[in-house]
């Protein structure tokens, strides 16, 4: 039995990720671009070669013992998935792509159904952008109107402005749970109390919470909740969309076909019960099985632990980085996620990623995908180095000696 305390052996779960052992330029490969995605331990791997080597079926069609068992084993993911959100029922998960698929499915359906002329959304400054651009338009077609939280310098919501942008006009708020960019931990339960004091849902958006925290959809009380199975260290191309089932239940579905219907006549289609509504076509039905063995994987090593042992290499980080002059850490709120975004004098992010990517060094550069976070900043991009339970103190030093060799090339 693991608790939160319990010591964690790094080293042991490196093995499980092949592709960590390897070298990139001649040195020993040092992912950190962990927010763009994650690593794949072997059990995954293994599940998805299984189901395509043993079970390969379409689910829900066939009486064949195969449907039978790819159907009991995508069942199966989806219920692994309310369990590691602490879902009410497996009625309100819907498996989507990911984060940006699960946010177009309530803009189309719940947005389109309830936003009318002179109506506002609320997001915030630091969305990434498939949270912003899904309501903008959304917004555009029906006359409504984008409302934005301000963020302070640290990266931090400014919840008395968010008080005052909550007005009768507002039909919902769309936030990010963790910002890709700064790292920012957002206040959910009270920024969803409120809403809710006002009557209005709440959409969050998980894609860098759920890899890296536990997360209880029903202790923060938001309406939608959503996440990416491949920054959770699952497959690509499938997500979760939760939503609280009497809000879906009232929804039209998004995509029309096959596997969302009960009935059809050339007159009209009586559409099937939750979570099917939703689920139109031939599903990722491998993807959501390997997405089921990727939830098993971390919540066996424990949310809580993975979050505490990811804040000391964050305390780790953060102290090594901000040490190293003429470097800029941007995100320096309180509560923080494990994301390092930094920018150099004199040095374009571009070229930072390209000299520490010749030292085997993976991170990100550019916008993120968070354009009007980075004009909040007054930068055009960032250096981002952000760290899952896999990476380690020894991994750091290898990023800051990778940057004194930036220094040294540009000096
Ligand atoms: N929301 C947030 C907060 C994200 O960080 C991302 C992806 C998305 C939504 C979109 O997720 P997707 O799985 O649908 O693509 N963020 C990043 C990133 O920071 N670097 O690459 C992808």
Same mark, same amino acid.
């Given at each position: 039995?693991?608790?939160?305390?319990?010591?964690?052996?790094?080293?042991?779960?490196?093995?499980?990720?092949?592709?960590?052992?390897?070298?990139?330029?001649?040195?020993?490969?040092?992912?950190?671009?962990?927010?763009?995605?994650?690593?794949?331990?072997?059990?995954?791997?293994?599940?998805?070669?299984?189901?395509?080597?043993?079970?390969?079926?379409?689910?829900?069609?066939?009486?064949?013992?195969?449907?039978?068992?790819?159907?009991?084993?995508?069942?199966?993911?989806?219920?692994?998935?309310?369990?590691?959100?602490?879902?009410?029922?497996?009625?309100?998960?819907?498996?989507?792509?990911?984060?940006?698929?699960?946010?177009?499915?309530?803009?189309?359906?719940?947005?389109?159904?309830?936003?009318?002329?002179?109506?506002?959304?609320?997001?915030?400054?630091?969305?990434?952008?498939?949270?912003?651009?899904?309501?903008?338009?959304?917004?555009?077609?029906?006359?409504?109107?984008?409302?934005?939280?301000?963020?302070?310098?640290?990266?931090?919501?400014?919840?008395?402005?968010?008080?005052? %942008? @909550?007005?009768?006009? +507002?039909?919902?708020? #769309?936030?990010?749970?963790?910002?890709?960019?700064? /790292? =920012?931990?957002?206040?959910?339960?009270?920024?969803?109390?409120?809403?809710?004091?006002?009557?209005?849902?709440?959409?969050?958006?998980?894609?860098?919470?759920?890899?890296?925290?536990?997360?209880?959809?029903?202790?923060?009380?938001?309406?939608?909740?959503?996440?990416?199975?491949?920054?959770?260290?699952?497959?690509?191309?499938?997500?979760?969309?939760?939503?609280?089932?009497?809000?879906?239940?009232?929804?039209?579905?998004?995509?029309?076909?096959?596997?969302?219907?009960?009935?059809?006549?050339?007159?009209?289609?009586?559409?099937?019960?939750?979570?099917?509504?939703?689920?139109?076509?031939?599903?990722?039905?491998?993807?959501?099985?390997?997405?089921?063995?990727?939830?098993?994987?971390?919540?066996?090593?424990?949310?809580?632990?993975?979050?505490?042992?990811?804040?000391? %290499? @964050?305390?780790?980080? +953060?102290?090594?980085? #901000?040490?190293?002059?003429?470097?800029?850490?941007? /995100? =320096?709120?309180?509560?923080?996620?494990?994301?390092?975004?930094?920018?150099?004098?004199?040095?374009?992010?571009?070229?930072?990623?390209?000299?520490?990517?010749?030292?085997?060094?993976?991170?990100?550069?550019?916008?993120?995908?968070?354009?009007?976070?980075?004009?909040?900043?007054?930068?055009?991009?960032?250096?981002?180095?952000?760290?899952?339970?896999?990476?380690?103190?020894?991994?750091?030093?290898?990023?800051?000696?990778?940057?004194?060799?930036?220094?040294?090339?540009?000096?």
């Amino acid at each position: 039995m693991t608790t939160a305390t319990s010591a964690f052996d790094v080293a042991r779960i490196r093995e499980d990720f092949p592709v960590l052992q390897q070298m990139v330029n001649g040195k020993p490969l040092v992912y950190l671009d962990n927010a763009a995605t994650s690593q794949k331990p072997q059990s995954v791997i293994d599940t998805l070669v299984h189901y395509y080597t043993s079970d390969n079926s379409n689910v829900h069609r066939g009486v064949h013992t195969l449907s039978q068992r790819a159907t009991e084993d995508y069942d199966a993911a989806r219920s692994t998935a309310r369990q590691f959100l602490n879902a009410a029922s497996d009625q309100e998960i819907i498996f989507v792509k990911g984060t940006t698929d699960g946010i177009n499915l309530v803009a189309h359906s719940y947005g389109r159904q309830h936003l009318g002329p002179g109506d506002e959304i609320i997001i915030s400054t630091m969305e990434h952008h498939s949270n912003i651009i899904p309501w903008q338009v959304l917004c555009q077609e029906k006359g409504a109107h984008l409302r934005v939280i301000p963020i302070n310098d640290a990266g931090e919501l400014l919840i008395d402005e968010y008080e005052r %942008l @909550l007005t009768p006009r +507002t039909k919902l708020v #769309s936030i990010t749970h963790v910002s890709n960019v700064l /790292g =920012t931990i957002n206040p959910i339960e009270q920024i969803v109390e409120m809403a809710h004091s006002r009557g209005v849902p709440v959409l969050v958006d998980g894609a860098q919470a759920a890899p890296h925290m536990a997360v209880d959809v029903q202790k923060l009380g938001c309406d939608f909740y959503v996440f990416s199975g491949h920054k959770v260290c699952g497959p690509t191309g499938i997500g979760v969309l939760y939503g609280k089932s009497d809000l879906l239940e009232a929804m039209p579905p998004y995509q029309l076909g096959s596997e969302m219907i009960k009935s059809v006549t050339f007159e009209r289609t009586i559409y099937n019960d939750l979570p099917y509504k939703f689920e139109p076509g031939t599903p990722h039905i491998a993807g959501a099985i390997g997405l089921g063995a990727a939830i098993s994987y971390i919540s066996d090593i424990g949310m809580d632990r993975i979050f505490a042992y990811e804040s000391e %290499l @964050l305390r780790y980080g +953060t102290e090594r980085l #901000s040490a190293i002059g003429g470097l800029t850490l941007i /995100g =320096t709120a309180a509560k923080k996620g494990s994301v390092l975004s930094f920018v150099m004098d004199g040095v374009h992010p571009h070229d930072i990623g390209t000299i520490l990517d010749a030292e085997g060094i993976a991170i990100r550069t550019g916008h993120h995908c968070a354009q009007p976070l980075m004009d909040r900043f007054g930068v055009p991009a960032t250096a981002r180095a952000s760290l899952a339970f896999y990476n380690t103190k020894e991994e750091i030093d290898v990023l800051v000696k990778g940057i004194d060799r930036v220094i040294e090339v540009f000096s």
